[in-house]
Structure formats: C-alpha cells, structure tokens
C-alpha cells in the first residue's frame, strides 16, 4: 500500500464528516431545510418523500419539532414555526443594527483612538459583540466579533441594562447572579447612577498591567434599547468622549427609527461626524 492509499478522496471524507455527526441532528437538519425550500404546507406523507426517512421517524421528529416551536400543525399538515420567523427577524434586525451603527463607529474610533463596539443583550444575559471598529494586542483588549461577555463587565451592557425598565434590568441582573454565584448589588447602584446621567456608562477594568476603559451608550427604539456601542481602549481616559458616544448613539437610532427619533429628541439621520 504507498502512501497516496491512505489519503481520503473528497468525497471520502464527506461521508467520514456526514458519519461522525449526530444522526438525529441529520434528520432534524433534512426536515427543516424540506421547509426551507417550501412555499406552503408540507403532508406528513410529502415530508417522508423529500427527505427519504422512514414514516415512523419523520412523524416523531415532526411532534418533537410542532412542541417546540420550530414547525407548526396546520389543516394540510405542517409548516414553519413562529420559533424560526423569530431567529429570521432577530438576525435581519441585527443586521440592519450593524448597518446603522457601522459609519458612527469608524468616526468614533478615528476621532479618539479608542476601539469601538457595538453589542446587543442576549436572552442569557451576556452581550453579543456584533461589530468592531480598530486594533489592538488581543491580550491587552481581547475581544472580537461574536464574542459573548457577561453583561456587568462591559459598558455596553451597562448602558443597556441602565435604558431598560428597572424591574426588566434587575431580572437580568438577578439571573446573572445565578448564573456567577455573586452578588452584583454594586452593578444595580452604579445602573442607578447611568440613569441619572443620561445613560452614559463607564467601566474600568484591568487586564495584565494595563486599565482596561471605555463608556457606552444604549441605542434606543420605541420598545427599549435594541443595542448598544462604547469606545475604550487600555490606558485610556475615556470620560471627555462621553458626549461623542453619547451623539453616535443617538444618530443610529435617528438612523433606524427617524419619526421615533425626531418625536424625542428632535433629531434626523444625518451623514456627518457624530
């Protein structure tokens, strides 16, 4: 046998790769996607025909996935759920977010040098880091694009927490203090203190030999705050940009809801340096 024997072909290692997953998440991941390509309302019957899975498995995989929220029961049979025009409408959101927030966030990083975020608050309490702008040594600054972080040790977050009603925020805060096992009383003081002017968040942290700073502020919508952005970087004095952040914050949200915006603050979208 030489050595050329031992190497797989593509479409070997396909068939090693399809082996060494999860077979139920196989048939899962075949059962959606037949909903996925399809305008109506798929037959159980329909359903066993596209995938090839035996009638038994497609109708117990069917129950599972109707309970869950992933498919719904019609009269014709089964269609997608309200759990995946959720995900859809959460990532087009995200997106749109991501649009908006992007242009402020490359004039705040050229304007101070700092590293900007933009972040938005996941159902677990953490803070999804979506986009950033400038560069840095990771193990100085190690953060990163879908990078999640608990929400009390970002600016982000608690600028986020802070535009919430306080009942909302200190649910939040309440299961993060289940999930750490501390007790975060000074993270409800210091939300107490954001409020009290005008949303701005300030965290000082330390990483190495190095003060890790930034300040954040909630984008906000008519529901609430969707998002959230910061400037910060190591060593950095972070307070004489808090108007900056504070101005960027607010012309996303004129960006992304501009009857809102002008209803509140008297603001329009604008192009120009936050």
Do not use: C
Not at 1 to 22: G, I, Q, W, Y
Not at 198 to 212: L, Q, T, W, Y
């Amino acid at each position: 046998m030489t050595l050329v024997d031992h190497k797989l072909s593509p479409e070997s290692a396909e068939s090693d790769e399809r082996e060494a997953r999860s077979p139920v998440m196989v048939r899962i991941t075949e059962i959606l996607d037949v909903f996925v390509d399809a305008n109506e309302a798929l037959t159980l019957t329909e359903v066993t025909a596209r995938t090839g899975l035996p009638r038994s498995t497609a109708f117990r995989l069917l129950t599972q996935l109707a309970e869950l929220g992933w498919l719904e029961r019609h009269h014709r049979g089964y269609r997608i759920g309200q759990r995946v025009v959720d995900v859809g409408a959460r990532r087009a959101n995200h997106q749109m977010l991501r649009e908006a927030a992007h242009p402020l966030l490359t004039e705040l990083h050229i304007a101070t040098g700092g590293i900007a975020h933009l972040g938005v608050l996941e159902l677990d309490g953490r803070i999804n880091f979506l986009d950033k702008i400038g560069l840095v040594q990771l193990r100085i600054f190690p953060s990163y694009v879908g990078l999640r972080y608990p929400v009390e040790r970002t600016a982000v977050g608690k600028a986020i927490l802070a535009a919430m009603p306080e009942e909302v925020a200190d649910d939040v805060v309440s299961s993060r203090e289940r999930q750490s096992g501390n007790g975060l009383d000074e993270l409800r003081t210091e939300l107490r203190s954001i409020r009290s002017r005008s949303g701005i968040a300030i965290r000082h942290g330390h990483h190495d030999d190095h003060e890790i700073n930034s300040v954040g502020a909630a984008v906000l919508g008519p529901d609430g705050p969707v998002g959230g952005i910061s400037i910060g970087g190591a060593d950095m004095a972070v307070e004489p940009f808090m108007a900056a952040v504070l101005s960027a914050s607010r012309t996303i949200s004129a960006r992304l809801f501009p009857q809102w915006a002008r209803q509140r603050w008297g603001r329009r979208p604008v192009a120009g340096r936050a």
